[in-house]
């Protein structure tokens, strides 16, 4: 079992203040890669569609996201006469505490020294690490539902309501691309899950990382975590033309400035879990010039490259209907990731029991058509659809 050694020395106060300290060293690194990261998006987004975007907060617009946030705390926090105001208080931070307590479990580097005690530069290391980020994700709902729902309102309410079916739909699908991961890493530790792709330094162990080993739960992962963090084309919960806001319709200033802050935290938490499960975490060329910085560096830059798909997503599709959300997580997603999830699980069995591939492959495939077959029958048939004032074939027959 992994576990961090500077709790194996004994809680004195120099222990304390150490926890403490990466505690404020997490919280203020995901501070400032949101405000690096709306600025970004701004900016990429933009470009991508000839516009100039933020120029005018400091040098290239980089204050922007500062300047937006000081507007925001100093704005005036309205509640809805028909709201339930315990509740309507509480939701922001119920989505935020948890994007920052699932951020928590990512391993970012490996040992260092502070104040002559060992420790991981991680802020905590679980056992069940990966069990710890999926509850965080799923208590993350509850805050963007009880925000529709104690708005008092009917957008904020339909914006709850999609947001719960949307989140549980592709939380099946995201819960089981992970278990692949799993299943092939043979542990439920983040530490762990990285370990099993190879040593921290070295391109080397690219070969070794699980994106190559599982790459069918890689991709419905990445499809799954933009649904999870409502992004487009999967941002139903906010559509604008549809819904004026969605859930956050009625808050204002500071409380939305919190939700704003949980939407680009899960960003960042889903894009870490990723890099830590599919691409051997921190691991990258070694240096020794600043040897512990650099599996930072290199953990940051795999994550930018999903943030980046994020934007890339955002501007150039168009946003899915609702009944197309719904077919893509429960008729195509949840029975690709049960197919492969059984697939992985045989080759796990016969690579542990010693089957020759001659006997695990058919195996596999037999088992696959199976359970295709099986959905394939399971599935509901959509009926034609008879538009008013039009005539269906039978009727132009018969006439």
């Known amino acids: 079992m992994i576990s961090d050694p500077l709790l194996s020395e004994g809680v004195d106060l120099t222990v304390v203040l150490i926890i403490i300290g990466k505690a404020l060293f997490v919280f203020v690194l995901l501070l400032v890669t949101v405000l690096i990261l709306i600025w970004l998006e701004r900016k990429i987004v933009a470009d991508m569609q000839n516009r100039i975007g933020p120029n005018r907060a400091g040098p290239f617009g980089i204050l922007q996201s500062v300047a937006d946030g000081v507007k925001l705390f100093f704005k005036e926090q309205s509640i809805p006469e028909s709201a339930d105001r315990p509740v309507f208080r509480l939701a922001p931070y119920l989505s935020v505490v948890p994007a920052f307590l699932a951020f928590s479990v990512i391993p970012l580097g490996g040992e260092i020294e502070i104040a002559g005690h060992t420790t991981y530069l991680q802020l905590a290391e679980i056992p069940i690490g990966v069990l710890f980020v999926l509850a965080m994700s799923g208590i993350g709902v509850y805050g963007v539902t009880l925000a529709g729902w104690a708005s008092g309102s009917k957008y904020p309410l339909l914006g709850g309501v999609r947001a719960t079916a949307q989140m549980i739909s592709y939380e ?51 499809i799954a975590m933009v649904a999870e963090t409502n992004r487009a084309p999967f941002d139903l919960v906010e559509a604008e033309q ?158």
Do not use: C
Request: no cysteine; glycine share 10%.
């Open 172 to 222: 099946a699908a995201l819960g089981l691309a992970i278990v692949g991961a799993v299943l092939h890493g043979h542990t439920l530790s983040t530490r762990g899950m990285v370990l099993q792709q190879g040593p921290w330094e070295g391109w080397g162990t690219v070969a070794d990382w699980f994106f190559i080993a599982v790459p069918v739960s890689f991709v419905i992962y990445v």
């Open 242 to 399: 549809e819904l004026v806001g969605g859930f956050h319709t009625e808050y204002t200033g500071v409380r939305f400035a919190i939700f704003f802050l949980a939407e680009y935290m899960n960003m960042v938490t889903m894009s870490a879990l990723a890099v830590t499960l599919f691409l051997g975490g921190p691991a990258g060329p070694e240096i020794d010039f600043l040897p512990h910085l650099w599996p930072v560096v290199w953990f940051l830059l795999k994550v930018s490259l999903f943030i980046f798909v994020y934007f890339w997503l955002r501007s150039t599709l168009p946003r899915l209907r609702y009944d197309q959300l719904m077919d893509l997580g429960w008729r195509v997603l949840i029975p690709l990731a049960i197919l492969w999830l059984g697939a992985v699980a045989v080759f796990r069995v016969g690579s542990d029991q010693g089957w020759p591939v001659a006997v695990t492959l058919p195996a596999v495939v037999a088992g696959g058509l199976l359970i295709m077959g099986f959905l394939w029958l399971s599935m509901p048939r959509r009926e034609p659809v008879v538009r008013r004032g039009s005539t269906s074939s039978e009727e132009v027959h018969r006439g």
